[in-house]
């Protein structure tokens, strides 16, 4: 059974809907015992940094998390969820979860041209193999909608990127960790193809 992770930011239908359509068993919860329980763990996520933090404490999610990473559970982080995975982030003060070493920075474009947030459909650069990624073809496009992007510490846990007036992280991902900053849930068939991935996937790396 998938759990998806409810901390009150959105999204969590979707990823639902996504997984529904796939007859892959799952479940939305805020039980932090459910989270610890899981044979996967989806953690999705839109909206400012620092409201999303506040709620993973007061609910005891965040300890959750930490302790399903730490004993091996297959995770899939979600734009917001690819972003407090990391030691800190540009959009709030509050400490993130540390999971993977790294910050989040907001989107730095040189070209006027260019709207932030990003929002839209776009293609991605594999930069290392991974299970979860082994369906994504080169002419598969995501859905992103972000203002801000993961910046892990170490060049190694960064699986793909995508292009928009500068390279940055696109997926990410350490151990039996892999975050998108793309929705796949919202991806069409590229999308369904990661989710479906996800969900075979025992959390090992390549």
């Given at each position: 059974m998938i759990v998806i992770v409810d901390y009150s930011a959105g999204n969590l239908t979707s990823v639902k809907r996504a997984l529904d359509y796939l007859a892959i068993p799952c479940t939305i919860s805020s039980d932090p015992h459910k989270v610890l329980t899981a044979e996967n763990i989806i953690f999705p996520g839109v909206g400012h940094a620092g409201s999303a933090l506040r709620v993973l404490r007061e609910r005891g999610l965040d300890a959750a998390l930490k302790e399903a990473f730490g004993k091996g559970t297959p995770i899939l982080g979600i734009c917001l969820g690819a972003q407090?995975?990391?030691?800190?982030?540009?959009?709030?003060?509050?400490?993130?979860?540390?999971?993977?070493?790294?910050t989040c920075p907001r989107l730095a474009l040189s070209d006027p041209e260019l709207k932030i947030p990003h929002m839209g459909w776009d293609s991605i650069i594999l930069r290392k193999p991974h299970p979860v990624l082994r369906g994504i073809a080169p002419d598969d496009e995501f859905y992103f909608v972000h203002s801000f992007h993961p910046r892990p510490r170490s060049e190694g846990d960064i699986l793909a990127v995508c292009d928009y007036g500068i390279a940055f992280p696109a997926a990410i991902g350490r151990g039996n960790l892999i975050a998108t900053q793309f929705h796949p849930e919202k991806s069409g068939a590229a999308g369904l193809r990661l989710l479906t991935d996800f969900a075979k996937w025992d959390g090992a790396p390549c």
């Open positions: 407090i995975i990391l030691s800190s982030s540009e959009e709030t003060d509050l400490p993130c979860l540390d999971l993977i070493a790294g």
